[in-house]
């Protein structure tokens, strides 16, 4: 009994309706009711994976392979002759007319790392580790125009309103971070891709999975910071109020864009700290610094790197970074040595950092562009390449993809596949299989049909690349 004042230690524990056992059940019933209904808690593949996060380098305009990874002295030799007929007949070009004639390599190549690949002096940073990456040489699509080429080569179409490969991922894994975005973008370059937000749209797919574009100076998103009278407290009240009347309908309707809205707003809530924490770049080491060649208040395609990697130790599953600089219809020599002096470095200190954190295994870089260049020099000049869809290059590096190895091959000018070709759909496929899905299987039922990244084509997962 009690008396006075007294209350008891037993009295508070057995029949308080705030004791510490109601409090303990209370937050255990939040937490299960929260893992419940939010669609980004992490989930399993359908088999083992060797990559749980990737990190796309997107080389938006489509770089040259032909100045930078496939050398072809046979381009070289017949600079500036008219290309054999039969090379043209039935192709199609965005700009360049039947008179264009060849235009040989501008950069010398040599020989580099134990694996022997061939890449261009304008990369000399990426060829000193030649012996980690894993070079597709013979990559097609089916776009020659950028907006519908990018789009292909983030969704697996031509049209828009599909989901992006890091909504597919996101969809497929969900994410490990509770603080940041699952899916994260940075663009960088003379301006944004020219297929814009659809490149890491979520499509079909609930828009909780789609890419999330942050600024690499200053806050991540704008209006990260409460306005004037709205301190944390009063904040969190109003989000609970908010996210109660959501959770009530959420539970009536069971639209998944109402989550969506719960999802964004309590990670907004906790990006107010996050957020600076991961743009503050003072608790990196001035030779990681050196490393990237980042300047830490300037933004730049190498701080996007660092934060790619600083994304990816925090948990977010997919950070894909846009750098729009690579269409070279004149200009290009000049150009190509810039777009490389803002890039290479950082690419290959990427792989190099992650490597050294023990990462790089279960992280799959990708660096490409969306198609490659024709081997004919466009129009009156002779320093530019038109679109070209037949052949590309793209590398890979980690996330259980073989090192030090270069794969399928193209003809003596660099125009067409001519062995082990890999589609777009391949490349899908096999991305997915390195995260752990058969991509035939990873699909959502939309208008009557089960919709996949690799879409009805016959796609093939390129096994000759996997460690």
Not at 65 to 84: I, N, R, S, V
Not at 164 to 184: H, K, M
Not at 269 to 279: A, C, F, H, I
């Amino acid at each position: 009994m009690m008396t006075g004042n007294e209350i008891s230690r037993r009295w508070f524990m057995r029949d308080c309706g705030v004791g510490l056992g109601a409090i303990a059940l209370a937050d255990l019933l939040r937490g299960e009711a929260s893992a419940a209904n939010d669609p980004l808690a992490e989930k399993r593949p359908h088999f083992p994976a060797k990559a749980k996060n990737v990190i796309y380098l997107f080389m938006a305009g489509a770089p040259s392979h032909l100045e930078m990874f496939d050398y072809k002295p046979q381009l070289a030799k017949f600079d500036g002759t008219l290309p054999p007929a039969e090379l043209l007949d039935g192709y199609r070009a965005a700009f360049i007319n039947p008179n264009s004639k060849l235009l040989g390599p501008k950069f010398p190549f040599a020989k580099h790392g134990q694996c022997g690949a061939e890449i261009s002096e304008l990369l000399p940073h990426t060829a000193k580790i030649a012996d980690e990456l894993t070079i597709v040489k013979a990559m097609k699509t089916d776009a020659f125009n950028h907006a519908p080429a990018q789009i292909m080569m983030n969704t697996g179409s031509m049209l828009f309103g599909k989901p992006s490969l890091g909504a597919w991922t996101l969809y497929g894994l969900g994410s490990e971070s509770r603080n940041l975005p699952g899916f994260v973008v940075f663009s960088s370059g003379k301006k944004g891709p020219s297929g814009g937000s659809s490149n890491w749209g979520s499509g079909y797919l609930p828009t909780v999975y789609q890419g999330v574009q942050l600024r690499s100076v200053g806050d991540p998103v704008l209006y990260l910071s409460n306005p004037n009278g709205i301190d944390r407290g009063v904040q969190r009240d109003s989000l609970d109020a908010i996210n109660q009347l959501n959770q009530m309908r959420l539970e009536t309707t069971g639209d998944p864009e109402i989550a969506t809205r719960i999802n964004s707003f309590e990670m907004a809530y906790r990006m107010q700290s996050s957020g600076p924490e991961l743009m503050d770049l003072s608790s990196e080491p001035q030779h990681v610094l050196d490393l990237y060649g980042v300047e830490p208040d300037k933004p730049s395609f190498a701080k996007n790197c660092l934060l790619a990697r600083r994304l990816v130790e925090r948990g977010t599953r997919f950070v894909q970074l846009f750098h729009e600089a690579w269409d070279q219809h004149g200009n290009l020599t000049k150009d190509l040595q810039a777009n490389c002096q803002a890039t290479d470095q950082a690419c290959a200190a990427l792989v190099q950092d992650l490597k050294r954190r023990g990462m790089l295994d279960d992280t799959l870089i990708i660096w490409g562009g969306e198609f490659g260049r024709t081997p004919m020099v466009q129009g009156g000049g002779d320093d530019g390449r038109d679109h070209h869809p037949n052949a590309f290059t793209v590398w890979m590096a980690g996330g259980g993809t073989k090192p030090g190895v270069s794969y399928g091959e193209t003809d003596h000018f660099g125009f067409n596949t001519i062995r082990d070709e890999v589609h777009v759909r391949d490349l899908h496929a096999t991305i997915l299989h390195l995260l752990g899905f058969d991509h035939n299987r990873l699909s959502v039922k939309f208008q009557g049909l089960n919709q996949k990244l690799t879409g009805v084509e016959p796609a093939r997962v390129v096994k000759e690349i996997l460690a």
